[in-house]
């Protein structure tokens, strides 16, 4: 089966522009997340979203928002964008509501800030 | 709140074995176990609930202490393939679906 696809998989930006980032998870899965990775800093959680509900959200400026669609694909929205938000975005998807299933990870969306 | 994790880094031969430890502040309902080579994603390596049960998969092993809230994660017999970042993700029983995850261990196995 199709794994997670996140697009784009590289976006150069402009400080003080905004950015859209896509994640399609696996079919079937009803929850996607959305991680901030940066060198030392491991994998910083931004939000969580099941059946098309922002359940759970990270410590990250109101400038990071998301929405989930009806057939599970989600959206991560970066407004006024700063140097520091340069990372690779990572998406993941899970088929359950509790924790006991593995998250599926996309390859990632790497955005640069300039 | 991001669980801890030791060592930052480890450096093995083929064939030593090493142990990475991921510890909570907090009550924890599931620790996950992920690694992630360099320009990949990170991929599944397990799930411990709570309960203290003993999972494994091919050489590496996992455990999960909750009394402690601590989980070990153990590579035994390492091979070259193990190397990558190794990171644990945690859930809570009241936020499900909020997996955290540490800053990660970086292995490195030489021959």
């Known amino acids: 089966k199709a794994g997670v696809t996140q697009t784009p998989r590289y976006l150069i930006k402009t400080r003080g522009q905004q950015v859209t980032l896509s994640c399609s998870p696996i079919s079937g899965h009803r929850s996607v997340s959305w991680y901030q990775q940066t060198p030392g800093q491991g994998l910083q959680f931004l939000f969580e979203?099941?059946?098309?509900?922002?359940?759970n959200k990270g410590n990250f400026p109101g400038r990071f928002s998301g929405r989930q669609f009806s057939n599970s694909r989600s959206e991560m929205n970066v407004s006024t964008l700063e140097l520091g938000d340069s990372a690779l975005y990572l998406c993941?998807?899970?088929?359950?509501?509790?924790?006991?299933?593995?998250?599926?990870f996309g390859q990632g969306t790497r955005l640069t800030v300039v | 709140q991001q669980p801890v994790q030791s060592p930052q880094a480890v450096i093995l031969r083929e064939g030593e074995d090493a142990v990475i430890n991921c510890s909570s502040s907090?009550?924890?309902?599931?620790v996950h176990w992920y690694r992630q080579k360099h320009g990949e994603a990170p991929i599944f390596l397990m799930i411990l609930l709570k309960g203290g049960e003993q999972k494994g998969h091919d050489k590496i092993s996992a455990s999960f202490n909750e009394k402690k809230q601590q989980s070990s994660l153990y590579l035994t017999a390492s091979q070259l393939s193990y190397s990558g970042t190794y990171f644990c993700?945690?859930?809570?029983?009241?936020?499900?679906?909020?997996?955290?995850f540490g800053a990660g261990t970086q292995v490195v196995v030489t021959p």
């Open positions: 993700g945690t859930e809570r029983a009241d936020s499900w679906g909020k997996l955290q």
């Open positions: 907090k009550a924890l309902y599931s």
């Open positions: 979203y099941f059946s098309e509900t922002q359940r």
């Open positions: 993941a998807s899970s088929i359950s509501a509790s924790g006991n299933t593995e998250a599926f």
